[in-house]
């Protein structure tokens, strides 16, 4: 599974307007927007990083891109919750649905459901629960990827649903453009999943490849990313 040859290509941190002393991830980019989660307190002490916030959730923010610089990040508060988590978003190939994760947390535990969120016109509109074709009762869907492979637009996620090889599996499901609903979610297999979790599933269009990462596969130990 793993590549050993070696990667010649630079590795640049984004500047501080992206990147804090906290957490960011699960970026997208749509237009000339760069969209990322990130887990920030809205006020912090930056002698010693003390928190202020009462709600220290994770969010979403954007920042746009100007001949090459990003500007400054703001909050999208459309999309945000006070006492959820949002994050980990992914545009439908006609950039007019977002979806994105909406997880509550106990004890660094998180339950997650897919949502999904209209954009139009540079607004965000109505956003909807996926029905349980997608989100199972009581289990942990996440980290949604849509793409289109062979005209049909389809859904990646992780989840920890009925008929999961172990831990986080990669799942997909088509999606019906004519209906608006999407097909009975199916498991990515063994070549993909292992006894251990699989997450933040990536299809790459032009190479058809699926990037993913593992605790499972043989690799540099913890999560490391296979395609």
Known sequence: MRDSSAIDQAIIRLPENINSNNSEFGHTVHGNSFIFSSLRADSINDIN???????YKTK?????????????NKKITSL???KLNAGNGSFSSDGKRFYFSMCSDIGYSYSCKILVANFEN???STIDTLNETINEPGKNTTMPFITKIS?????????DREGTKGGMDIWYSVYDEAKKVFSVAKNAGNKVNSAADEITPYYDNENKVLYFSSEGWPGMGGFDVFK
């Open 60 to 72: 979403l923010y954007t920042s746009e891109i100007k001949n090459g610089i990003f500007e400054e």
């Open 49 to 55: 990083e003390e928190v202020y916030s009462k709600t």
């Open 122 to 124: 540079g607004e965000w």
């Open 80 to 82: 945000e919750s006070k």
């Open 151 to 159: 005209g049909k637009e389809m859904l990646f996620f992780a989840s």
